[in-house]
């Protein structure tokens, strides 16, 4: 038995630990005995994920008693490329258990709470350990399984939660139809349902074409691309926050696991148009859900669209990686695909952050609506630090992951071949919307930041907010030091990167240009810092660090020394703008921070407005009350799913009149079969 | 002398360079300014005279201001690191750190988003008011920035400024070419955006319906306001300067060479000089543009930078 | 003239040609358009001089010569005329906001370039080249006169649409013959002259030359 097979039954075994801890540990006990092994389970995926992404081999392999008139049995194969996943998934679902240990009360912490969550966590890490089509779709249902139940954790307490939950089961199985149909259509086609014969059998025609559609909508549902996204922005919200953390940092990636692992193991080599739909899903997906983000005043809607804006980013790359592949530009196709990747880790690293931190808000002040937030960064400066840290991750600036992973992704992308006729004309277009794309993540998250913690607290929640609980801390301080230090080593992720691409499996396609190249492309270069020797670029943020404090250290000293002369002096009013400036109703709202914007934004937007003025009884000069009330509808939901509910809607107004409640209808319609079937039969 | 040692000294000649004239700078246009509305003006040196004020003044501190210190010093820093990334007087840049634009770029955003959270600090109506203005106009002006790059970068292949300005030192005739005019265009209008001058914002008031920059810095004082005044007239330095090396690269040291550094220090600063004088007496016929209207210049500079990486292809 | 200097010139007036396009989209004022068109128009007629030249055709020289005349004088002058005749001074309200124009006009050059990539074949010379340009123009002629309500305005994207055709008759046929050229001119300008006359009726009967009123005709 190899290390990595130890391993994966680790993982397995722990993962039954955390469930019998669950159900059999007496409540006060249980988020610490529950959360203890399924932090454990994270750890074992996080070695074994290591030990995959450096090239072990090992299988797990189970026969399946349900017949499905193939050889039924389930195996367990990660390669370098799921190994990485698995890490990824693995680590944040560590620190995800690590919070619970602190947060898990209530509905989160019952019973089935903390079973639910190992069983997700299980389902989720062993998804890229799948070596064959039977062991996907069950572990992917295990995902789905487990993180429904999570979604519908507090649906005692709150109405939308119970929407949410249908919202995320519909919208779920939806996905998973596509998947199952496109994994038959691939099976079919390729005589196997085993990952590594389907890889060898070189599947390619319209079978290829109709497999990649099916999987592509399959895969985009579950990572939430537009317009399948609307799930996203309502089960993120509802969720408790360290599901929602994992949901939204590992689950979503799982669908751009599939993406990846679709064309570039299972149908590499690929023609042109499905790097240009891949493209066509992602690029309007990474404007929209950012410009959702930026308007919004749920912090954790906020965050569920910008989870949408960062997986179009990721997908865009992986389209570019497609397109330059196609066109024979390898060094560019391997950048842009270890730009995805690092695209993925450092998404991954911040948003589970934000989640957790936006947990910990909501903890602490029972407000998760960031115009009633405020002033948080004296009563919860460590939570603070680290909600800092993943915001400049989120806006991409140095010296963080989310910077050195941005800078990658520009990098392949002003490379783009520029002789090549259709990248030509869409390299500017896609450079331009990942630009808007980052200005407006910029906007979104210093507003995330800048009216949740400074200011003023503008309600009695966060005026009596406190520090949360040791675990809390120690989780979201932990992540933020990870997003600090992937971006100071930038190097790491993209060595990893590299070398995930190059598994033995990952050929041809994205392809034959990045697997060779990807490693040729991506150098560690001297240091930490990232090279791409394939189009003669590099970075090292430490570098750039240690210059920037180089810089600032005169700074530093002057005002030292001006402040030993002349100390800062506390004054109970220093300008106030023109007016009494304690009132909390003074500071700027999250909505009147977004307002420019909304405007400018506003065909796209279509908010709805309500303004009504009260005059005053004496004269209709004076008034006595101005009310503004402004709504923004998810457009594509409200154009595209209310229609298509509605249809439904009558159709089962229409099935009514067959389905009256009468039983004798009832029985007429089984003679009525039975007759059909036997004249079928006789004829 | 190694050559890094010798870069190193070089940058350190050109933050000091830019620290010093920075401010005379804002007092030269001031100075145009002035002279062309007919009035006396306060001499060139008036800023440098005000900064000395600000230095022995002590700052106030409002109840929740938390970050009023040290926003201001992480503002500083940012903008001094985006001094020491530009090739303003040579194309010799440090090894380890090169100039990439987008490197630039989110410097540049850097500072951006500490003016930004300085003026949610504070608390006030104002300094939302003009923090929400800012972010948004930064967040159109990035795709513009990013596609004029873009177009700059095409012919030489790079993302690397220094590399730019070189290639146009030895290839003038690039200079004056459609795609690098279209993009110097745009780029200007984009600076202009970012700094907060005339017509998107303008600098000298204090009228609450039109301000942007001010009202962020409202709440600032001492030598809190002082790092912040400086910090925002070096970024407007430091990025005229950039525009006027891709502009005019003549001057810009590439052979190193004590005379030819002193050259290339008195082409940074006349042109630095013209071209700030010539946004001082553009603004005498300018009015400010209504704040939605804003969006239409940037949209306008954007199809500008869009055109010349279109232009780019046709000259190819 | 040297072969990169025809190419700069070349791309020069060609880009002159896309800027006064696309910067229609952007002005109101009605006066700041027709000095936009006289610019564009002499933009043009520097292009067709300079292909003239270069090819030391003295015909093509000659309708340079015209095109001056008439589109970057004749035509500006007999504009701006109706324009004060008619009392109209902004174009106040475009049926998409400028923003949006001005970004639909960046995705109308893109859909230029890829749609002249099959005309133009596989190794097209340096007038060739500019051939997408020519078709940006037509496009953003066509958006101006489908967005604009003024019938000035109306008219200046016609000429607008014209220019953009000359120029790509010009750049693909390696020159139009004179006596087209000289047909198509004058009967841009005959155009002109009558739909002044109809926009001074328009005045008349509307008291003011918003083409939306023309719907009220029906009945």
Redesign the interface.
């Known amino acids: 038995m190899s290390l990595l097979e130890v391993g994966l039954v680790a993982q397995l075994a722990l993962a039954l630990l955390a469930v019998t801890a669950a159900v059999a540990a007496p409540t006060p006990l249980r988020p610490l005995l529950a959360g203890g092994a399924t932090l454990l389970m994270g750890l074992s995926g996080v070695a074994t994920g290591a030990l995959a992404l450096g090239g072990r081999t090992g299988i797990v392999s189970a026969p399946l008693t349900v017949g499905l008139g193939l050889d039924a049995r389930m195996t367990l194969a990660p390669d370098r490329l799921g190994g990485l996943f698995m890490l990824l998934a693995g680590a944040v679902g560590a620190v995800a258990a690590l919070y619970s240990v602190g947060y898990a009360r209530g509905p989160a912490g019952s019973r089935t709470g903390c079973a639910a969550f190992a069983v997700f966590l299980l389902g989720l890490q062993l998804v890229p350990a799948s070596g064959d089509v039977v062991a996907f779709l069950l572990t992917w249902e295990l995902m789905a399984i487990g993180s429904t139940i999570l979604v519908l954790a507090e649906h005692g307490r709150r109405d939308q939660v119970r929407s949410a939950g249908l919202w995320y089961a519909a919208m779920t199985h939806l996905s998973f139809l596509f998947l199952l149909a496109g994994f038959a259509v691939l099976t079919v086609a390729g005589h196997s349902s085993s990952f590594a014969a389907l890889a060898a059998g070189r599947i390619s025609g319209d079978q290829a074409g109709l497999a990649f559609v099916l999987l592509t909508i399959g895969f985009a549902t579950k990572a939430g691309l537009v317009p399948v996204h609307v799930w996203l922005p309502r089960a993120h919200p509802e969720a408790p926050s360290h599901v929602s953390a994992v949901m939204s940092a590992a689950m979503v990636k799982m669908g751009v696991y599939g993406v990846v692992l679709t064309v570039t193991r299972l149908l590499p080599g690929g023609p042109r148009w499905w790097g240009l739909v891949v493209l066509a899903l992602a690029l309007p997906s990474a404007l929209y859900g950012i410009l959702q983000a930026s308007v919004t005043s749920d912090l954790k809607r906020l965050l569920a669209y910008s989870t949408t804006e960062n997986v179009g980013l990721i997908l865009s790359a992986v389209a570019i990686s497609m397109l330059a592949a196609s066109s024979g530009d390898s060094a560019v196709a391997g950048v842009a695909m270890v730009a995805a990747l690092m695209l993925t880790v450092s998404h991954a690293a911040f948003k589970t952050v934000l989640f957790l931190g936006a947990g910990a808000l909501l903890h602490a002040t029972a407000e998760r609506d960031l115009d009633r937030l405020g002033g948080l960064v004296r009563s919860m400066p460590r939570t603070a630090v680290a909600f800092g840290v993943a915001c400049l991750g989120a806006a991409a600036l140095p010296v963080t992951s989310g910077f050195a992973a941005e800078w990658v992704l520009m990098q392949a992308r002003i490379h783009g071949d520029s002789r090549d ?2 990248t030509s ?1 869409l390299l ?2 896609a450079i331009a919307v990942v630009a808007l794309t980052a200005g407006l993540a910029l906007l979104t998250f210093v507003k995330a930041f800048g009216i949740a913690f400074m200011a003023r607290p503008r309600s009695p929640g966060a005026t009596t907010a406190h520090e949360v609980n040791r675990p809390m801390t120690a989780a979201v301080l932990i992540g933020a030091a990870a997003v600090l230090a992937l971006g100071l080593a930038p190097g790491l992720t993209a060595t990893a990167a590299a070398t995930a691409l190059r598994s033995a499996g990952v050929v041809g396609a994205v392809g034959a240009a990045t697997t060779t190249s990807a490693a040729a492309a991506v150098g560690t270069g001297a240091g930490w810092g990232v090279a791409l020797p394939g189009i003669g670029a590099h970075l090292d943020p430490l570098a750039l660090t240690l210059l920037a404090l180089a810089v600032t250290l005169p700074v530093v000293l002057v005002t030292w020394l001006l402040a030993r002369r002349h100390p800062r002096r506390d004054v109970d009013l220093v300008w106030g703008g023109g007016g009494v400036r304690t009132s909390p109703r003074m500071p700027y709202t999250a909505t009147s921070f977004a307002e420019p914007l909304v405007r ?1 934004f506003d ?1 796209a937007l279509q908010p709805t407005r309500d303004l009504r003025v009260t005059h005053a009884q004496e004269s209709r000069y004076l008034v006595q009350e101005v009310s503004f009330h402004q709504h923004l509808d998810d457009r594509v939901e409200k154009s595209l799913y209310r229609p298509a509910i509605a249809m439904l809607d009558r159709a089962g107004d229409l099935a009514r009149l067959m389905q009256n409640g009468s039983m004798h209808r009832y029985l007429g319609f089984s003679f009525v079969a039975l007759l059909v079937v036997l004249v079928a039969v006789a004829w | 002398m190694s050559a890094t040692v010798t870069t190193m000294l070089l940058v350190a000649v050109q933050c000091g360079l830019l620290l010093a004239l920075a401010p005379v700078r804002v007092g030269l246009m001031r100075q145009v300014r002035a002279r062309l509305e007919g009035r006396a003006g306060a001499g060139v040196l008036q800023p440098w005279r005000d900064l000395a004020k600000l230095a022995r003044k002590e700052p106030l501190r409002a109840p929740g201001v938390r970050f009023g210190g040290a926003l201001p010093v992480l503002l500083m820093g940012a903008s001094l690191l985006l001094v020491a990334l530009l090739p303003l007087l040579q194309t010799a840049t440090l090894v380890a750190v090169p100039d990439d634009l987008f490197v630039v770029v989110s410097v540049l955003l850097l500072g951006t988003v500490a003016i930004a959270l300085l003026g949610l600090d504070s608390g006030t109506a104002f300094g939302g008011m003009g923090a929400s203005r800012h972010m948004t106009v930064a967040a159109l002006v990035e795709p513009t920035i990013l596609v004029a790059v873009y177009a700059l970068s095409i012919p030489v292949g790079t993302s690397n400024l220094s590399a730019i300005v070189s290639a146009r030192l030895d290839h003038p ?1 690039t200079v ?3 795609v690098s ?2 993009a110097l265009v745009a780029l200007f209008i984009v600076v202009i955006a970012e700094t907060g001058r005339l017509p998107v914002d303008n600098p000298s008031t204090h009228l609450e319906l039109t301000m942007i920059h001010e009202a962020m810095i409202l709440e600032s004082s001492g030598r809190d306001l002082g790092w912040v005044e400086y910090a925002s007239w070096l970024r407007l330095g430091a990025l005229l300067a950039l525009v006027a090396n891709l502009a005019a690269p003549w001057g810009v040291v590439q052979h190193l060479h004590v005379l030819a550094v002193l050259i290339a220090m008195v082409a940074l600063v006349l042109k630095v000089a013209v071209l700030g004088a010539a946004i001082a007496s553009g603004e005498v016929f300018l009015a400010k543009l209504r704040l939605f209207r804003v ?2 210049l940037l ?2 500079s ?3 930078a ?2 010349a990486v ?2 780019s ?3 190819v | 003239m040297t072969d ?1 200097g025809f ?2 010139v070349l ?2 007036c ?2 002159v040609l ?2 006064t396009a ?2 229609q989209l ?1 002005r109101r004022s009605l006066s700041g358009s027709v000095t936009l068109l006289a610019l564009q128009g002499a933009a043009l007629s520097a292009l067709i001089g300079t292909i003239g030249v270069a090819a030391a055709d003295p015909e093509l020289i000659g309708v340079a010569v015209l095109v001056l005349a008439i589109k970057a004088v004749a035509i500006p002058i007999v504009l701006g005329r109706t324009a004060a005749a008619t009392g109209a001074r902004r174009e106040d309200a475009p049926r998409i ?4 124009a ?2 639909l ?2 995705v109308l ?2 859909v230029a ?2 749609a002249s ?1 099959p005309i133009l074949g596989a190794a097209p010379d340096a007038a060739q ?2 051939v ?2 020519g078709i940006a123009v037509v496009l953003i002629g066509f958006l101006l006169l489908l967005t604009r309500r003024q019938a000035i305005s109306q008219l200046i994207g016609f000429v607008v649409l014209d220019n953009g055709i000359a120029m790509i008759a010009l750049l693909t046929a390696g020159g139009v013959p004179l006596v087209v050229e000289l047909g198509v001119s004058l009967d841009v300008l005959l155009v002109v002259l009558i739909l002044r006359v109809l926009t001074g009726r328009l005045k008349h009967v509307f008291g003011a030359t918003d083409l939306d009123d023309l719907t009220e005709l029906h009945d």
């Not at chain 3, 906001?97 to 949006?100: G, I, Q, Y």
Request: hydrophobic fraction near 55%; glycine fraction near 6%.
């Open positions: 006729q259709l004309a500017p277009a400018v065909d | 005739a004056v070419a459609p005019l279209l969006p239409e949209a306008g954007f199809v500008l869009f055109l279109t232009a292809y046709l000259t | 990169a190419t700069q791309g020069s060609a880009g896309i800027l696309v910067l952007w906001n400028p923003t949006a001005l970004l006009s960046a050059t893109t370039y890829l990539r080249r500019a997408p340009v």
